[in-house]
């Protein structure tokens, strides 16, 4: 009778094992799928933050070119005198051009980064949040509360639900 009851403990405490044992093997696979999304998701952080500098530096071509040299007529009307010609273009008319095609491409990558979970985002007018804002200068402005953003002179971007690069801002100052 004490035999049988020392192997009925001894089974008790097999299964308890097996138990921990497979409750150990399910949590280890969820945790190496969750690695293997993760890793997935964000191995592409580093070749896009690399990127981040190709469009910033499309953003300060287009803003280069102030909007009125954008809109101004590109040519005169031929003269009815004149021998026709094929049409020439203007210096206007390449600039129009050039900034069009700077803007394809600037939108084209923001668009590509986007397909990979990259998103930008402007903090203009929002809260500084010193886990996503840089902040760059502070201006006291009297009629902005204080601690807000007033400029955006870098846009941030995240990647799915992480801090890719931080905007870099000026903020209202306290003036109390």
């Given at each position: 009778l004490e035999q049988l009851k020392a192997k009925e403990a001894e089974v008790v405490d097999l299964t308890n094992r097996?138990?921990?044992?497979?409750?150990?093997?399910?949590?280890?696979?969820?945790?190496?799928?969750?690695?293997?999304?993760?890793?997935?998701?964000?191995?592409?952080?580093?070749?896009?933050?690399?990127?981040?500098?190709?469009?910033?530096v499309l953003s300060l071509?287009?803003?280069?070119?102030p909007t009125p040299h954008l809109n101004s007529p590109s040519s005169l009307p031929p003269n009815p005198s004149d021998p026709?010609?094929?049409p020439q273009k203007s210096a206007q008319d390449y600039l129009?051009?050039?900034?069009?095609?700077?803007?394809?491409?600037?939108?084209?990558?923001?668009s590509v980064l986007g397909?990979?979970?990259v998103k930008s985002f402007d903090p203009t007018g929002e809260k500084f949040d010193p886990n996503?804002?840089?902040?760059?200068?502070?201006?006291?402005?009297?009629?902005?509360?204080?601690?807000?953003?007033i400029d955006c002179q870098k846009i941030g971007f995240m990647?799915?639900?992480?801090?890719?690069?931080?905007?870099?801002?000026?903020v209202v100052q306290d003036t109390s």
């Open positions: 097996l138990r921990y044992l497979q409750a150990d093997f399910v949590n280890l696979q969820r945790n190496a799928a969750r690695e293997k999304e993760q890793q997935r998701d964000y191995a592409i952080s580093r070749f896009a933050g690399d990127l981040l500098e190709v469009v910033d071509a287009l803003k280069s070119v026709p010609t094929p129009v051009e050039l900034h069009h095609g700077v803007q394809m491409t600037h939108r084209l990558l923001l397909t990979y979970g996503r804002h840089e902040a760059l200068y502070q201006a006291p402005i009297p009629e902005k509360e204080p601690g807000t953003v990647i799915k639900d992480r801090l890719l690069r931080a905007a870099k801002v000026g």
